[in-house]
């Protein structure tokens, strides 16, 4: 069974340090917004970024789900307290 949020096309990504994708990402998002690359190119940077945001985006649902349990071992209730997240729709 597969993660959530996983990348399906191999997810070269996964390995990687959710602060060094991260930076990758942001890295990719200001070499697009200089208005500088040729179209192929920011097409391969596009592609590149979706699939690290997705490997991020996996990434944080995890931890997500680590806090969960682990606030529940710890107080030793049995009700899954899940955390609120704000999301922007922009």
Known sequence: MSKPGRNPEGGKFDKLPFEEALQKLETIVEAMESGELPLETMLARYEE???LAQACQARLADAELKIQQLEKA???????KPLAIETSED
Not at 74 to 80: F, M, Q, S, T, V
């Open 49 to 51: 970024g979706m699939s």
């Open 74 to 80: 710890a107080g030793g209730a049995l009700k899954l």
